[in-house]
């Protein structure tokens, strides 16, 4: 027999995908700001995307609770993704951006979401290559590499920061050449015909620096989603490396699995 007890704020404001007692433990008793976290959320389906959340004050008389217990359920909310500040109120956010874990680029993948992909430039620099950066560039240290910086976009929104390493020697005129809210894989492809052929992803959750979360526009205690990425041309060669950090609030990632991966359990 199932003795699994429903409490009453199991559903509210449940997402698709989330545990059936998501957040509740098994003695059944919740922290005040979690059962106020999940009337909010509640609220948050009826307002909708961009719609205005009443004040701090308003939803404490509401729900009869302090502000601070308030404060704390919207910041999880904030965390979550679920709300996001605009001037000095707060508004219900849209979906997260789903990132493919595969060869598209940044760019492919916003533009398939019906949403417009940009990017800002931060600084294009040419360097003498490190000596642990060397063997992912396939050259010697102290080699010249280009290092380019640039802000992710989504419609103009501020969601991510780029670094991207790659040697002068594969694209000699970057600086001349390439335009830098542009992709720089559709540069690579359509301008000097040199495709990806495969690449070593590391991905790991990470609190941004003083300096990425102003890039970023971001307090920094916000979690952020970091991509380490090695690329190689269709020949083997080793072609760029790339770290990508991208807003852990904006995001979530994607990728398909065959049946052919069955080492899990």
């Known amino acids: 027999m199932d003795n699994t007890h ?21 003695h059944g008793r919740i922290p005040k700001y979690y059962a106020v976290k999940t009337r909010v959320a509640a609220l948050l389906d009826e307002l909708g995307e961009g719609g205005a959340l009443p004040a701090e004050r308003e939803l404490a008389t509401r729900f009869e609770v302090s502000r601070e217990t308030v404060r704390q359920a919207l910041r999880e909310l904030l965390l979550e993704g679920r709300l996001r500040r605009m001037g000095r109120g707060t508004v219900v956010a849209g979906p997260k951006l789903e990132q493919p874990l595969s ?22 620099d040419r360097l003498p290559c490190p000596d642990g950066l060397a063997p992912d560039l396939g050259v010697t240290p102290g080699e010249p ?7 992710l976009l989504a419609d103009d929104e501020r969601v991510g920061l780029e ?3 790659v040697a002068v020697a594969r694209v000699p005129s970057l600086d001349a050449e390439f335009a830098p809210d542009s992709s720089f894989y559709g540069y690579l492809r359509e301008r000097l015909g040199i495709s990806f052929g495969d690449a070593d992803e590391r991905l790991e959750t990470v609190l941004a620096t003083p300096r990425e979360a102003l890039l970023i526009g971001t307090p920094p205690a916000l979690p952020m989603l970091l991509i380490h990425r090695v690329s190689r041309d269709t020949e083997g060669r080793p072609l760029e490396r790339v770290r990508s950090l991208y807003r852990g609030d904006r995001f979530s990632f994607t990728t398909h699995l065959s049946g052919g991966d069955q080492s899990r359990g």
Do not use: K
Not at 6 to 26: F, K, L, V
């Open 6 to 26: 429903t409490h009453p704020h199991d559903m509210a404001g449940q997402r698709p995908g989330a545990p059936i007692r998501a957040g509740i433990p098994e």
């Open 145 to 151: 590499v280009w290092h380019m910086e640039r802000v």
């Open 163 to 165: 670094s991207t390493y």
């Open 103 to 124: 060869l598209a680029s940044y760019t492919e993948g916003v533009r398939r979401q019906g949403r417009r992909p940009g990017r800002a430039l931060i600084g294009l």
